[in-house]
């Protein structure tokens, strides 16, 4: 079956680094999305890899290990407005995502 | 319109009533997709068409149906509703012929049934 883990809760405080993790088994890999959900809103496009390595942009970095079917998002100098859900998904081989369930970030002042 | 819209914003309805969710989108984007998110899980499909005239199911397709006589719209019909279906109902849009295909979300349709 098709599966994408990430941890439900994480906790950190302004100013700080932050990473969170993904991993996946999916049958077939067309690139994976982080995408940011804040509370009762829609989710809006982070980042995308399909290739190994780190993306970045700005305070927010994606790397992928294909490899090793993992992922993390890594956020840099933290501030209270990334307190939000992160949802990490992969486009398989019908280029169809499947979703993680999502990471809640609390940022702690 | 900018993006992409959904209607109702919320709707508290009867079981065994018929409801339709309507979604909207003006940026031509050839691929529509209906998602369910509920606590504790993942986004869902329903059902999804990669271009007006055609439609498929998703993971969770069961008592809901889907129409894409257009671009634009992609209405979402729960045909007698049941307390399960109760959820917060995303829209999104995607560019198959793009380079990265992320999908745009709407706003969501947050239903209670009762």
């Known amino acids: 079956g098709q599966n994408i883990d990430q941890p439900t809760e994480m906790t950190a405080t302004e100013g700080a680094i932050v990473q969170i993790n993904c991993t996946y088994q999916?049958?077939?890999?067309?690139?994976l999305f982080w995408y940011q959900q804040h509370a009762g809103e829609a989710p809006t496009f982070l980042s995308y890899?399909?290739l190994d390595g780190l993306e970045e942009k700005g305070r927010f970095s994606s790397f992928l290990s294909r490899s090793k079917g993992y992922s993390y998002l890594l956020l840099k100098e933290l501030q209270m407005k990334d307190s939000a859900s992160y949802l990490c998904?992969?486009?398989?081989?019908?280029?169809?995502?499947?979703w993680g369930a999502g990471t809640k970030l609390i940022i702690k002042p | 319109i900018a993006g992409i819209t959904q209607a109702p914003t919320s709707q508290i309805l009867a079981a065994g009533r018929r409801m339709t969710l309507r979604c909207t989108q003006d940026?031509?984007?050839?691929?529509m997709y209906w998602y369910r998110q509920d606590l504790g899980l993942g986004l869902r499909l329903i059902h999804y068409?990669?271009?007006?005239?055609?439609?498929g199911k998703g993971e969770v397709p069961d008592g809901y149906s889907v129409s894409r006589a257009n671009t634009d719209d992609f209405p979402l019909t729960l045909a007698s509703a049941v307390p399960s279906q109760t959820s917060v109902y995303f829209c999104?849009?995607?560019?198959?012929?793009?380079?990265?295909?992320?999908?745009?979300f709407g706003p969501g349709t947050r239903l209670t049934v009762l």
């Open positions: 999104a849009s995607s560019d198959l012929a793009g380079a990265i295909n992320e999908q745009f």
């Open positions: 940026m031509r984007h050839n691929a």
């Open positions: 068409s990669n271009t007006a005239g055609t439609t």
């Open positions: 999916t049958s077939g890999f067309n690139g």
């Open positions: 890899n399909v």
């Open positions: 998904a992969v486009m398989d081989s019908n280029y169809q995502l499947i």
